[in-house]
Protein backbone atom coordinates (compact mmCIF):
# COMPACT_ATOMS: atom_id res chain seq x y z
CA UNK A 1 0.00 0.00 0.00
CA UNK A 2 1.44 3.21 -0.64
CA UNK A 3 0.00 6.86 -1.15
CA UNK A 4 2.76 9.30 -2.68
CA UNK A 5 1.50 13.34 -2.92
CA UNK A 6 3.19 15.07 -5.04
CA UNK A 7 3.25 18.77 -6.61
CA UNK A 8 4.31 20.56 -3.66
CA UNK A 9 7.21 23.75 -4.39
CA UNK A 10 7.47 27.40 -3.76
CA UNK A 11 4.86 29.93 -4.40
CA UNK A 12 4.12 33.61 -4.02
CA UNK A 13 1.18 34.57 -1.65
CA UNK A 14 -1.64 34.61 -4.04
CA UNK A 15 -0.40 31.71 -6.20
CA UNK A 16 -1.56 28.40 -7.08
CA UNK A 17 -0.09 24.95 -6.50
CA UNK A 18 -2.13 21.59 -7.85
CA UNK A 19 -0.85 18.73 -5.38
CA UNK A 20 -1.54 14.84 -6.55
CA UNK A 21 -2.21 12.01 -4.29
CA UNK A 22 -1.21 8.50 -6.46
CA UNK A 23 -2.64 5.63 -4.84
CA UNK A 24 -1.18 1.95 -5.27
CA UNK A 25 -1.57 -1.37 -3.62
CA UNK A 26 -5.50 -0.42 -3.16
CA UNK A 27 -8.39 0.71 -4.96
CA UNK A 28 -9.58 4.30 -4.22
CA UNK A 29 -13.17 2.93 -5.32
CA UNK A 30 -13.01 1.99 -1.38
CA UNK A 31 -11.86 4.76 0.50
CA UNK A 32 -11.90 8.41 1.48
CA UNK A 33 -9.58 10.71 1.17
CA UNK A 34 -8.20 12.80 3.81
CA UNK A 35 -5.50 15.77 3.44
CA UNK A 36 -3.73 17.09 6.06
CA UNK A 37 -0.89 19.39 6.96
CA UNK A 38 1.61 20.35 9.24
CA UNK A 39 4.13 23.46 9.83
CA UNK A 40 7.52 23.25 12.31
CA UNK A 41 6.43 23.22 15.77
CA UNK A 42 2.75 23.39 14.80
CA UNK A 43 0.00 20.88 15.18
CA UNK A 44 -0.99 18.27 12.50
CA UNK A 45 -4.27 19.78 10.78
CA UNK A 46 -6.97 18.37 8.91
CA UNK A 47 -7.32 20.44 5.73
CA UNK A 48 -10.27 18.50 3.61
CA UNK A 49 -11.59 15.12 2.88
CA UNK A 50 -13.39 13.59 -0.05
CA UNK A 51 -15.20 10.51 -0.19
CA UNK A 52 -14.81 7.48 -2.73
CA UNK A 53 -17.68 8.24 -4.81
CA UNK A 54 -16.18 12.21 -4.73
CA UNK A 55 -19.41 13.23 -3.82
CA UNK A 56 -19.06 14.30 -0.91
CA UNK A 57 -16.02 17.01 0.11
CA UNK A 58 -15.37 18.69 3.49
CA UNK A 59 -12.69 21.83 3.98
CA UNK A 60 -11.09 23.21 6.97
CA UNK A 61 -12.36 26.85 7.52
CA UNK A 62 -9.34 28.07 6.97
CA UNK A 63 -9.06 26.65 3.40
CA UNK A 64 -12.68 27.42 2.42
CA UNK A 65 -13.26 28.82 -0.68
CA UNK A 66 -9.61 29.22 -2.02
CA UNK A 67 -8.88 24.85 -1.66
CA UNK A 68 -10.45 22.23 -4.07
CA UNK A 69 -10.62 18.88 -3.88
CA UNK A 70 -11.24 15.93 -6.50
CA UNK A 71 -10.67 12.81 -7.03
CA UNK A 72 -9.57 10.43 -10.61
CA UNK A 73 -10.68 6.82 -9.72
CA UNK A 74 -9.66 5.72 -12.81
CA UNK A 75 -6.36 6.95 -12.38
CA UNK A 76 -6.09 6.18 -8.63
CA UNK A 77 -5.65 9.70 -8.19
CA UNK A 78 -6.31 12.67 -5.89
CA UNK A 79 -5.99 15.92 -6.72
CA UNK A 80 -5.53 19.29 -4.15
CA UNK A 81 -5.97 22.56 -6.17
CA UNK A 82 -4.60 25.29 -3.75
CA UNK A 83 -5.52 29.08 -4.84
CA UNK A 84 -4.69 32.26 -3.18
CA UNK A 85 -2.11 30.66 -1.01
CA UNK A 86 -0.97 33.20 1.96
CA UNK A 87 2.51 32.37 4.41
CA UNK A 88 -0.39 30.39 6.69
CA UNK A 89 -0.46 27.87 4.18
CA UNK A 90 3.14 26.68 4.38
CA UNK A 91 3.06 22.95 5.62
CA UNK A 92 4.38 19.57 4.43
CA UNK A 93 1.44 18.29 2.85
CA UNK A 94 0.33 14.86 2.68
CA UNK A 95 -2.85 12.38 2.33
CA UNK A 96 -4.26 9.81 3.94
CA UNK A 97 -6.44 6.57 3.44
CA UNK A 98 -9.73 6.42 5.13
CA UNK A 99 -13.17 6.74 6.20
CA UNK A 100 -13.85 10.11 5.49
CA UNK A 101 -14.25 12.77 8.54
CA UNK A 102 -11.78 15.55 9.64
CA UNK A 103 -10.04 13.56 12.61
CA UNK A 104 -6.57 11.98 12.05
CA UNK A 105 -8.29 9.13 13.59
CA UNK A 106 -10.66 8.84 11.05
CA UNK A 107 -8.00 7.30 8.70
CA UNK A 108 -5.65 4.48 8.49
CA UNK A 109 -2.93 5.00 6.43
CA UNK A 110 -0.82 7.99 5.18
CA UNK A 111 1.35 8.71 2.54
CA UNK A 112 4.46 10.61 2.29
CA UNK A 113 3.93 14.37 1.60
CA UNK A 114 4.77 16.70 -0.09
CA UNK A 115 6.41 20.59 0.83
CA UNK A 116 4.68 23.96 0.14
CA UNK A 117 6.26 26.86 0.84
CA UNK A 118 4.54 30.32 0.57
CA UNK A 119 7.24 33.06 0.34
CA UNK A 120 7.50 36.09 -1.02
Known amino acids: VQLQASGGGMVQPGGSLRLSCTAS????????IGWFRQAPGKEREFVAT????????NYADSVKGRFTVSRDNAQNTLFLQMDNLQAEDTAHYFC??????????????RGQGTQVTVSS
Open 25 to 32: GFSLDDYA
Open 96 to 109: ARGFGGDRWTDYDY
Open 50 to 57: ITWTGGYT
